[in-house]
C-alpha cells in the first residue's frame, strides 16, 4: 500500500541542515519546486525546443487531406446541418479556420512540442473572446469558447491566437506586413503580461481579472473609447430577458419559443420527455448547494434546438426557458453536446470520463469567473452534455469593422488575457523563464502565423473545391 503523507509531511520535509529539501501541496497531490527550481524547468526545454523551432510546422509525416478531417469530424453530428457549417467555412479563410481546429490539431500534433503544459482553451482565435457578466453583474472580458479545451503544451494556444491574427487581418483588409506587425506584437504582450505573472503570488494570479470598463485603457483616442463604450452598453443587455424578447412570445399566458428552422426548432413534447427532462436532477448534483437551492425557484416552460456557432454546427444544442416568480422573471439555459477535444488524441491524457465535465472544469481553470450555472450530465442516449446560460451579457467584438489601430490593440488585449489563463492553470515561472526576455519566441510565432495563414488559405481553397467537385454539400444561404 502506498503511504499517504500525514499534514506535517504534506507541508514540508526538513533536511538535517535545517533546511527544507522538499515540498508537497497541502493536498498532498502536488510536489512543489521552489521559484528556483521552476526557472530552470523552464530554461532547460530551450535544448529541447528551441524557440526558433516554433516557427515551422513539421510536414515530416504525410498531412492528411483537411477536408477528409472535416468530414471524419462530422460523422456523429446531426447530418442535416452539416451543409450550414461548410457553407459558413466557404465564407473566407478565418471563417473555414474558426471552423477547423482539428486540423491545426493535427498540424500541432505533428510538431516539437514543450513539456510546458497549461490548461488550452483549444480553439483560441480572436473571436472566441469577449463579453460577459459575473455573478454580480460586473461585465467581464474574458475567453469564452471552452469546447475543445484540455491540459496541452502552452505554444498551441500561442499558436493559434497569432495564426487567427494574420487571417483575421488580411480578412479586413490589411497588409501582410502589417498582419505579420500584429501576430509579433500579440505574442509580445503574452510574453511580457507572461512575465509580470511570474512575479506576483499566487492568489494575486488566481484573482486576476479583467473588468469591461478596464478595457478603455488601451485605448487612448476618445473616439476609440466611445466605440468601446458603445458595446460595453450593448453587452449589458445581453440577459435573459434580452433572449426572451429576441427567441419567445406569449400564447395563452406562457412563453413560447418562436421556431426560426432550421436554426431554432422548437421541441415536441415526446422529446422534451425524452432529452430535457431525464437530464436536470443529474445536472443540478453537479453545482454547489446554493445553485441547486437557486434553480428550485424556477420551473420548466419550454425548449429548443438550436443551431450553434461555425465549429459546433451540428453538435445536439438545445435551449431551455425557465420562469421563477412570473414570465417577468426568466431563466434561459443551454443544453450543449460535448464530444472529445481535437486536441485529445495529441496530449498524454484525458482525466475526466464526462466530456462535459472536461470542458466545465476547464472553463472554470481559465476564466476568472465562471458561470454559475455550469454543469455536465450525461444523457441515457450516452451523449454528454454541459449546461450554462445562453445570453449573460455576452457579445463579442465586431472584427469585421476594425482598422489596423484599434486591431492591433484587441489582439494585445487577448493575448494578455489568453497570459492570464496559462498562468492560473500552468507554471507562470517556468513557461516565463523558457521564453525568456529577447524576441526570439516572439519573431518565430509572427512567421509561424504566417506561414500556417498561408497554409489554411489553401486549405480554405481545398473546401471551396470540394464543394465545386459535389464531394461536400455546403448551404451558404443561412
Known sequence: ?????????????????????????????????????????????????????????????????????????????????LPIRYGRMLASPFAFFRGAAAVMA??????????????????????????????????????????????????????????????????????????????????????????????????????????????????????????????????????????????????????????????????PEEEVAAIVEPVFENYTQTLTEDRRTLLDRYRYVDSAVRVGGVGSVGMRCYIVVLVGTDNRDPLVLQLKEAVGSVLAPYVRSNSYRNEGERV??????????????????????????YFRQLYNMKASADIATMKASLFTSYAGICSEILARAHARSGDAIAISAYLGKNERFEEAIARFAVRYADQTEADHEALVQAVKAGKITADTSI
Open 1 to 81: 500500500m502506498s503511504h499517504k503523507p500525514g499534514i506535517s509531511e504534506t507541508i514540508a520535509q526538513v533536511g538535517q541542515n535545517g533546511q527544507v529539501t522538499k515540498h508537497r501541496s497541502v493536498t498532498g497531490r502536488v510536489e512543489l519546486l521552489t521559484p528556483g527550481e521552476r526557472k530552470a524547468n523552464g530554461r532547460a526545454q530551450r535544448p529541447v525546443v528551441s524557440r526558433s523551432t516554433h516557427e515551422t510546422f513539421n510536414k515530416s509525416a504525410p498531412r492528411p487531406d483537411p477536408v477528409e478531417i472535416l468530414v471524419q469530424q462530422g460523422v456523429g453530428r446531426v447530418e442535416h446541418l
Open 106 to 267: 493535427w498540424d500541432l500534433g505533428h510538431a516539437p512540442n514543450t513539456d510546458l503544459t497549461a490548461q488550452l482553451c483549444g480553439d483560441a482565435h480572436l473571436s472566441n473572446f469577449g463579453f460577459f457578466g459575473s455573478p454580480e453583474g460586473v461585465l467581464m472580458f474574458d475567453i469564452n469558447d471552452f469546447d475543445e479545451t484540455m491540459r496541452g503544451p502552452f505554444e498551441w494556444d500561442v499558436k493559434r491566437l497569432a495564426a487567427s491574427a494574420v487571417l483575421a487581418g488580411r480578412d479586413i483588409g490589411l497588409s501582410n506586413s502589417t498582419c505579420q506587425d500584429v501576430a509579433r506584437s500579440c505574442v509580445r504582450h503574452y510574453q511580457a503580461k507572461l512575465a509580470e505573472f511570474s512575479e506576483m503570488t499566487t492568489l494575486e494570479v488566481w484573482h486576476s481579472y479583467v473588468t469591461a470598463e478596464s478595457l478603455l485603457e488601451f485605448f487612448p483616442s476618445a473616439r476609440r473609447r466611445k466605440e468601446v463604450l458603445a458595446k460595453i452598453e450593448k453587452a449589458r443587455s445581453k440577459d435573459s430577458h434580452y433572449a426572451i424578447a429576441k427567441l419567445t412570445a406569449l400564447a395563452d399566458g406562457e412563453l413560447r419559443i418562436v421556431e426560426r428552422p432550421p436554426l431554432l426548432v422548437r421541441l
Open 360 to 385: 466545465v472544469q476547464g472553463q472554470r481553470l481559465i476564466q476568472a469567473i465562471a458561470d454559475p450555472f455550469l454543469g455536465w450530465v450525461r444523457h441515457t442516449t450516452g451523449r454528454d452534455l
